[in-house]
């Protein structure tokens, strides 16, 4: 994400268009800051279907340490997407920065 801070980044938005029907299995964040402290604290996640609110998170906080993970899992009810769906994937730091993270959004498509 790399944005030097919040205010200048009011989060990010990456979106597939799916093959499969399925659903949104989990999602995790690693802040890959090297000093001794986290550059990113809370994160908040939200899918959007077709442009319609599916889920969202709420805040996700991450420990103290740096080089840490934070991650969750979504129920199968949660997040359900057919073939042909737009999906979006919403990302906010709602404190902290963005610089140093990554976020893997891990899929659960049913063939």
């Known amino acids: 994400f790399n944005s030097l801070s919040d205010a200048s980044s009011g989060g990010e938005q990456h979106f597939i268009v799916t093959p499969y029907g399925g659903y949104v299995h989990s999602v995790a964040f690693k802040n890959t800051a ?3 402290t986290m550059t990113a604290a809370n994160m908040n996640f939200r899918v959007l279907v077709n442009g319609t609110l599916s889920h969202t998170s709420g ?4 420990t103290a340490a740096a ?16 073939s042909g769906d ?4 919403q990302f906010r730091c709602t404190s902290g920065f963005w610089q140093d993270t990554c976020a893997v959004v891990v ?5």
């Open 34 to 36: 090297t000093g001794s």
């Open 59 to 62: 805040v996700q906080t991450f």
């Open 67 to 82: 080089r840490t993970y934070k991650g969750w899992v979504l129920s199968s009810s949660n997040a359900v997407f057919n």
């Open 86 to 89: 737009d999906l979006r994937f």
């Open 107 to 111: 899929l659960k498509c049913i063939i």
